[in-house]
């Protein structure tokens, strides 16, 4: 499962951000995982939960956003959405086409929390 390694390695790249943020506590990671990635959403989320523990996102929760496989077609060169094992273009029915999204796997954002908290709720989170 190599979800867990990616999870391994999501946390070691928090950790770099979070010392630039003045240690403050993590409170959500927002990842984009394609349908092509390898990545299996669920999988990545109990990897997540899992791996997290005794670390630096040990209270930190996993957002998952997830894409949509989209192609550019080479004959006729319209953009369409597509789906896995089925990636043609919708538009003239081609197999010749060009990945546009679909196989990534993106940090998006980490939010951090503030150790002090205020009454102020603008002043307790921090966006990477």
């Known amino acids: 499962m190599h979800e867990m390694s990616l999870c391994y390695s999501l946390l070691d790249t928090i950790a770099v951000h979070q010392r630039a943020n003045m ?12 349908p092509l990635s390898g990545v299996e959403p669920d999988l990545l989320h109990h990897a997540f939960l899992s791996c997290r523990t005794h670390t630096i996102g040990d209270q930190a929760t996993l957002k998952i ?19 896995v094992n ?14 546009i999204q679909g196989d990534e796997f993106i940090l998006q954002q980490i ?10 709720p603008k002043e307790n989170r921090h966006v990477w």
Do not use: N
């Open 65 to 83: 956003d997830t894409s949509a496989i989209k192609v550019r077609c080479k004959l006729c060169g319209e953009q369409s959405y597509a789906v």
């Open 111 to 120: 939010e951090f929390i503030a150790s002090a908290i205020s009454t102020d």
């Open 86 to 99: 089925r990636i043609i273009c919708a538009s003239c029915g081609s197999w010749q086409t060009e990945l």
């Open 23 to 34: 240690d403050k506590r993590v409170g959500i990671v927002h990842v984009k995982v394609g």
